[in-house]
């Protein structure tokens, strides 16, 4: 077993029980928005939910021209799926939220929302001598914007009371590699919000919006490749966090609400784990970004205890 699982299955690739050709994790009739959907892993997940025949897809993404081509590939492969490419930039708060305005405008109603697009930069062993205005834009996108876009899709104006919508967070929140794989502040900045994400999960329950945080896997993407060799890891393929997302946007993994873990982890015997189960049901804070080495403290912890 991988020191990075709970199972004693470690995938390293799709399989039938999150394969978005599955009947039961189908996403006929839904809207699905996709962050940074015009490449790499983002690419492969919008395929994986046009392969659950999701009626419609929009892929935001800041270069116009590669979610145009990003689109016309995705055309000729599934035409029974309208595609539609929405240029934004989740940083910037006034272009988040026109995004939101315009499918407004236009009656879309967006059923789930996968937030893929992140900053990687800036890297370095010491976070120390970074310029602030470098560490701040990881923050402000992978925080601020990830935030702005979970509170837009929430709150949605067309949103019928009573509509069940899901939320998907692509999260490397729990990697840690020795020795520091020179990612600082990304990696501080994605757990932060999928920090915030556990928190919004105990304010909404599942029947309002699902929330599941998961860890892609390692994967060798255009932007990994100008930094790491390709002999360097043992890659995982795209198939498998895609497929993923797909099934964390559907009633099979409702039981995950508001955690945390790994593509890498087989989910059927996730659910078959007893231990697991009773871990989920009385731990809040279990597979969720928190301090390790605690206990869970709440605020009855500190109340003065009447004699």
């Known amino acids: 077993m991988a020191l990075t699982t709970l199972t004693n299955t470690f ?12 009947p039961s994790l189908s996403q006929a009739g839904k809207t699905v928005l996709i962050t940074g959907g015009g490449s790499g892993i983002g690419f492969e997940i919008v395929r994986s939910f046009a392969k659950a025949k999701a009626s419609r897809i929009i892929i935001v993404g800041r270069r116009i021209t590669v979610l145009e081509d990003a ?3 995705l055309c000729g492969e599934f035409p029974n799926t309208e595609f539609i490419p929405r240029q934004g930039d989740i940083s910037d708060e006034a272009s988040a939220a026109s995004v939101w305005d315009h499918l407004n405008t236009h009656d879309i109603l967006v059923h789930v929302l996968v937030l893929n697009a992140m900053h990687l930069y800036p890297m370095g062993p010491d976070t120390l001598r970074m310029e602030r205005k470098d560490l701040m834009e990881a923050f402000n996108t992978n925080v601020g914007g990830n935030f702005t876009m979970t509170a ?7 949103r019928p009371v009573g509509e069940k919508l899901n939320l998907v967070n692509i999260s490397t929140a729990g990697i840690q590699m020795n020795p520091a794989p020179n990612q600082n502040p990304y990696v501080t900045s994605k757990a932060a919000f999928t920090a915030l994400l556990g928190r919004i999960a105990d304010e909404h329950p599942v029947e309002d919006v699902q929330i599941i945080s998961f860890h892609p896997g390692v994967l060798y993407s255009e932007t990994v490749a100008k930094h790491i060799d ?10 498998l966090p895609a497929d993923f997302a797909v099934w964390s946007a559907s009633p099979e993994a409702a039981w995950l609400h508001g955690r945390f873990v790994w593509a890498h982890w087989d989910v059927d015997e996730l659910k078959a784990d007893k231990e697991i189960t009773k871990r989920l049901e009385q731990e809040t804070g279990f597979l969720k970004v928190a301090v390790q080495g605690l206990t869970e403290i709440s605020e009855t912890s500190f109340l003065k205890k009447k004699k």
């Open 11 to 22: 995938h390293h690739d799709t399989y039938p029980a999150i394969s978005s050709t599955n």
């Open 152 to 158: 837009k899709f929430v709150n949605q104006t067309l």
């Open 71 to 73: 689109v016309a590939k």
């Open 230 to 239: 390709r002999d360097v890891f043992d890659w995982d393929e795209m198939a």
